[in-house]
Every structure is written in structure tokens, then in C-alpha cells.
């Protein structure tokens, strides 16, 4: 009998079987495809998941394979210049490929200890009080306590178990594509920008390697998303918007995406759980369907381990539904207004020419930059100085850094007073004490969940027990 079955091999999934095994928990990954997909559904990371990936000790693996751009995003494509003073060491996008992300992260997963079955389809399910039964396409039964559902928007564990998903259908689909092209490259560029003018869903503009990536809306809403779109119909439509299809030819990756709006009403249901996609659904705008996901797989697993390993205090499993589902809400709303600003109609074209003398101002470039790059989120714990909730950026400690000891995936209390004590919760959360290195720290001490949200701040040791105890359990004898 397995801790945790994960339904779904990509980002969301592995990234949540590396935060389980973190913490010793047994976990199986179930794959329904024989073989890593190439599809090519996100081309990048934001500032949070840099810092997440810096936090587990993997971001140099990310660097080494992509390409950082300047700014962390912009709000519907307009143009600002980058806001001040962002509050992280990451004011960058990390251009990757998701092959290679996908890779990295099942990389990680398998060192880690992660048994991963590909060819494995889940075909049915059922779960009681003490755990899950999945069933397999070639017959096959597995068990386990948990089952956590990673397997996309289309999510079949989410339908068997009754969760509702509520939302838009899409109305607009994309063509995403990665192919070689005849005609020269100032040609492209200049031909891409001037369509862009009226036409703001269509880009084509070089992507390494002698490949050109292209979007353009396609001609209709498909049934099923899954089945990739032919080269003729990339080239039907590139002649339809640019007059040219470019001699677009040798295609390496050819995906769609959708204008679908969708957010699951519970992530919940007994000992079956959703994350990423499954979870929720928008459009690809600001592209932050992946990094959204990563970032469930954050907040989860941790709280995941500490029900398997039996230290979870009442409701820390449930806060994962209480801090992800209005991030979520946020996200659909910011992808939804700027599909709105897309738009050549009359009331959006102003809407947008007043947005883009908005977003001239430092602070509101500020606030739309940290709701796309993640880095903004303020979870709900109550009573508080504003900072809680809130995760910390990366600071320096003594002669290191901050992200350097959380690698472990354990909480960690920053001490500069010298007069707090872990007691029984040792065994649960590391310790920094002292004075040098630590005038970045915002308050005397502050107690640092493992996803590196900020639970506490302060100086008193009756307060300090009182939220040990809330976000790691009864302290061990």
C-alpha cells in the first residue's frame, strides 16, 4: 500500500512527489502517456517559481537550460517600463521549454525516490475512510491513503469524485507551434509586427535553434484539445491573418490552447485531492497555468506529509483549499481581463489605452507585475502584522543565504534575539540564532513555514508555541 498516488506525470506532479519524498513519504506517480510529451504548453517561469526552485536547492538546473528576459511579465502585452524596486532577487522570466521542464522536474522526483509508471492509465477509483483503490486500464488494483489528482483540466479522477467545476467553456482557441521557416527572419519580424497591430493574439518571432514560434488563433473551438493540429492547418491560418504561411515546414512542436474558464468548487474530497490543471483551468495569457500549478504542489506538500506522517494538526490539510483556491480565483480573473484587452472592439481598445497610461505609474506597474510573477499572494492566517502570510524573499544569513537552508522542505525559525527556543518541535523545524547576517530580517524573530510563508513574527515564546503548534502539530516528548 502506497502514502500517495499521484494521477499525472507532468510539472504539477512531479513537483508534488519531490515535496512528499522530502519528508521519507512513499509515493507512486501514474502516467498515462508511455513517453514524456513534447508539446510545447509553456514557454516560461515567473519570479515565485525561480524562487521556489532556489528554495529546493534545483534552480541552477533551470538556469543552465533557459534564458532569462528582463521584467517579469507584462499585463495583456503592454508595454511599461519595469517597475522599481521589485521585491525579490529574481525581476526576471526564465524562458524554458516544458519538455525541459517536465524532465528536470521527473528528474528530480526519481532522485529523490519517486516510483514513476508510465503507460499507466487510470480508469476508476473508489475510497472509503482509510483510503483510495485506483484501477488501472490493464486491469491492475493499486492502494493507497491519499490519491492526489495532477491530471490535467480534462481531470478524469475529478468527475469520479464528484467535484464540480464550474465556469466558461472556451469561445477562442489558439495554435501554439515551434517550426522552421523559408522566409528570412527580417521578413518574419516585420510581417509579425505589423499584423500585431490589429491582431494582438497572433506572434511569430524566432526561438533558437533555427526555429520560429508561432500562435495564431485557429478557425474554431475544437472538441477534444488533446489531438495536436496538423502543419496544413498552421499554415492555413498564418496565410489567413499574414497573407503568408512564412514556408513553414519541420514542425517540432504543434499544441492548442483555449480561452476555457474553470475553477474547481472543493480541491477535496475525503482522501482524494486536486492540484494543478485539475484544479483549475483559463487562459494562457501571462502564461501562469504551469507556474500556478507548481505553486499548489508547494503548498500542499508539506501539509500532505505531515497527515501521512500522523503531526498534522486539525485543519492544516484543509488550508491547502482555503490559501490556493482564491489564488486561483485571482488568476482566472486576471487571465479573463486581459483576453477582454485583447479584443479590437471599441470598449475594450479604450479600456486598454487607458490601462497602458496606468500602468506608466510605478505602482501600478508594481502591483500588476507581482499578481503575474506570484510574489504578491498574502495567505489569509488570521489576526496580524500584514507581513504574515506573505513568504519572505531571499535574505542574506551570516555568510549564506536564506532559500540555502530551506532545502530540507522543514520549517525554520530566524532568531535575532537569542532567547526562543524550539522545544519539542525540534524535530520539525530547524533554527538560526544570532545577531550577524540577519539585518534583513523584518521583526526580532520569525517563524518561516516550509514553503517559506511567514507564520509569526515576533519575540514572545508563549506567542511563538501557540502558531508552532497551529502550523506543526503537538510538540514531539
Not at 200 to 208: S, V
Not at 224 to 240: H, I, K, Y
Not at 402 to 410: N, Q, S
Request: glycine share 14%; aromatic share 6%; charged share 25%.
Amino acid at each position: 500500500m502506497w502514502d500517495v498516488i499521484i494521477s499525472g506525470g507532468g510539472p504539477t506532479g512531479m513537483m508534488l512527489a519531490s515535496e512528499l519524498r522530502l519528508h521519507g513519504v512513499g509515493v507512486l506517480v501514474l502516467e498515462r502517456d508511455t513517453e514524456p510529451s513534447a508539446a510545447v504548453r509553456s514557454l516560461g517561469l515567473h519570479a515565485r517559481s525561480i524562487e521556489i526552485l532556489d528554495q529546493r536547492g534545483l534552480l541552477d538546473r533551470f538556469l543552465a537550460e533557459g534564458q532569462r528576459y528582463p521584467g517579469v511579465g507584462r499585463f495583456a502585452g503592454i508595454e511599461t517600463p519595469p517597475p522599481t524596486d521589485l521585491d525579490t532577487e529574481h525581476g526576471y522570466i526564465l524562458g524554458i521549454r516544458q519538455p525541459v521542464t517536465d524532465r528536470l522536474l521527473a528528474e528530480r522526483a526519481a532522485e529523490l525516490g519517486t516510483e514513476i509508471h508510465r503507460g499507466a492509465e487510470v480508469t476508476g477509483l473508489s475510497h472509503d475512510a482509510d483510503g483510495v483503490t485506483v484501477e488501472l486500464a490493464d486491469g491492475e488494483r493499486l492502494r493507497a491513503s491519499w490519491l492526489v489528482a495532477c491530471d490535467g483540466g480534462r481531470s478524469l479522477v475529478r468527475g469520479l469524485v464528484g467535484i464540480g467545476f464550474p465556469g466558461d467553456a472556451a469561445t477562442t482557441e489558439w495554435i501554439l507551434g515551434e517550426v522552421e521557416v523559408t522566409s528570412p527572419p527580417g521578413e518574419v519580424v516585420e510581417m509579425a509586427a505589423r499584423v500585431r497591430e490589429t491582431e494582438r493574439g497572433f506572434g511569430i518571432g524566432p526561438a533558437g535553434g533555427g526555429l520560429f514560434r508561432v500562435v495564431v488563433p485557429a478557425a474554431s473551438v475544437t472538441d477534444d484539445r488533446s489531438v495536436p493540429p496538423t502543419l496544413d492547418e498552421l499554415r492555413t491560418r498564418l496565410r489567413a491573418y499574414a497573407g503568408t504561411d512564412f514556408g513553414a515546414h519541420s514542425p517540432r512542436s504543434l499544441t492548442r490552447f483555449g480561452d476555457a474558464t474553470r475553477l474547481a468548487d472543493r480541491y477535496r474530497a475525503g482522501r482524494v485531492l486536486l492540484a494543478g490543471d485539475a484544479a483549475h483551468v483559463h487562459p494562457p495569457l501571462g502564461g501562469q497555468g504551469l507556474n500556478l500549478g507548481i505553486h499548489d504542489a508547494f503548498n500542499l506538500g508539506w501539509k500532505l506529509a505531515a497527515a501521512v506522517d500522523g503531526w498534522a494538526p486539525d485543519g492544516l490539510l484543509d488550508s491547502y483549499f482555503a490559501e490556493r483556491h482564491p489564488v486561483a480565483d485571482d488568476v482566472l480573473a486576471l487571465t479573463r481581463a486581459q483576453s477582454e484587452l485583447l479584443s479590437n472592439e471599441p470598449g475594450p481598445r479604450a479600456v486598454r489605452r487607458l490601462l497602458t497610461e496606468l500602468a506608466g505609474f510605478d505602482d501600478v506597474a508594481r502591483f500588476l507585475a507581482e499578481r503575474i510573477a506570484g510574489i504578491g499572494i498574502r495567505y489569509d492566517f488570521g489576526e496580524g502584522p500584514d507581513l504574515v502570510g506573505r513568504r519572505l524573499r531571499d535574505i542574506r544569513i551570516a555568510d549564506g543565504r536564506l532559500y540555502e537552508l530551506m532545502r530540507d522542505g522543514r520549517g525554520l525559525l530566524i532568531d535575532r534575539t537569542g532567547r526562543l527556543a524550539l522545544g519539542g518541535w525540534a524535530e520539525r523545524v530547524d533554527l538560526v540564532v544570532g545577531h550577524d547576517g540577519l539585518d534583513e530580517l523584518p521583526a526580532p524573530a520569525v517563524l518561516l513555514r516550509p514553503d517559506g510563508h511567514m507564520a509569526w513574527l515576533g519575540d514572545d515564546q508563549g506567542a511563538l508555541d501557540r502558531h508552532l503548534a497551529r502550523w506543526f502539530g503537538a510538540p514531539a516528548r
